[in-house]
């Protein structure tokens, strides 16, 4: 019995699956973007960034700079090709975006404003950088020393879900009267 490898889009339907994916997701990183596609086994990265590059040559996809990678958005000639062709994209892509596009879109715009960085310092340790960013301005930063990289992503892992209730108690202790 001979083994058929996995169907792969061809390059037409994966440009086409990824302006679906910024459409329905709106900006996104390179990374959230991969996320999404490799989760749902959609496209594997090269095929990603290939589909991608192409979109960005022609048009179609914008490209923007954000931190130490970029930001992708469909752009109104993308939106043009999605109305000419996306009928030739499988409906069970348009399905995968209806159910569970929300949740993706609340989980990138999280990831946007809770951001962290872990760097390593001359003397061995290790920088956590917390960051509550709000429309591309910091709101607050905070950066912790600590003893090993383990404990420095341990505390980067739940920065996301922990940091508007740090934000929150920092807010309120800094403006409350004192005694």
């Known amino acids: 019995m001979r083994l058929e490898p996995p169907r792969r889009a061809p390059d037409n339907e994966q440009k086409l699956i990824v302006l679906c994916c910024l459409n329905n ?9 991969l996320q999404f596609l490799f989760e749902y086994d959609l496209m594997n990265y090269f095929e990603m960034m290939f589909a991608l590059n192409d979109l960005c040559d022609r048009g179609q996809a914008a490209r923007t700079k954000k931190g130490a990678g970029y930001s992708y958005t469909v752009t109104a000639a993308g939106k043009e090709a999605l109305e000419l062709f996306g009928g030739r994209v499988l409906p069970s892509v348009y399905d995968l975006l209806e159910r569970t596009g929300a949740e993706w879109r609340q989980r ?3 990831e946007a404003q809770n951001v962290s960085q872990i760097t390593q310092t001359d003397r061995g340790e290790y920088e956590l950088t917390l960051r509550v960013v709000e429309q591309d301005m910091d709101m607050m930063t905070l950066t912790v ?3 090993s990289r383990e404990m420095a992503q341990q505390l980067s892992d739940k920065w996301p879900r922990k940091a508007a209730k740090i934000y929150a108690e920092v807010f309120r ?3 409350e009267p004192e005694r």
């Open 25 to 33: 997701l709106g900006p996104c990183t390179e990374l959230q973007l």
């Open 108 to 110: 990138f715009r999280r």
């Open 145 to 147: 020393s600590l003893p």
């Open 173 to 175: 202790t800094l403006t």
